[in-house]
Nanobody, 126 residues
């Protein structure tokens, strides 16, 4: 499975940005997909995930209510719509695929994801 993320950029606080991740493979529908982020000098942290079944979503408290994750199984893509961006959202955003764990459908740990994209940088200035 190869993942290619795009859509990052430099924006002002309060702006919106949409990240996309394209995945290879004919069984994308069976992958749990997630977005993580890593700010300079900090650990990689979970941001959002969408399950393989029923498209169940889950968000970290820091992005809940501002970010929306969605998937299009016909196009093998997962999208992260980011609204009301804050300077603390500045990070490299990485998409990841969980191809091994079917249940529970929502997984949050980095170790639960076995394929990673290269990341896309989001910079939010005040």
């Amino acid at each position: 499975v190869q993942l290619q993320a795009c859509g990052g950029g430099s924006v002002q606080a309060g702006d919106s940005l949409t990240l996309s991740c394209a995945a290879s493979g004919r069984t994308f529908w069976a992958y749990g997909m997630g977005w993580f982020r890593q700010a300079p000098g900090k650990e990689r942290e979970f941001a959002a995930t969408v399950s393989w079944s029923e498209g169940i979503t889950y968000y970290s408290d820091s992005v809940k209510g501002r970010f929306t994750i969605s998937r299009d199984n016909a196009k093998n893509t997962v999208t992260l719509q980011m609204n009301s961006l804050r300077p603390e959202d500045t990070a490299v955003y990485l998409c990841a695929a969980n191809t091994r764990v079917a249940y529970p459908p929502i997984v949050l740990r980095r170790s639960d994801y076995d394929h990673w994209g290269q990341g896309t940088l989001v910079t939010v200035s005040s």
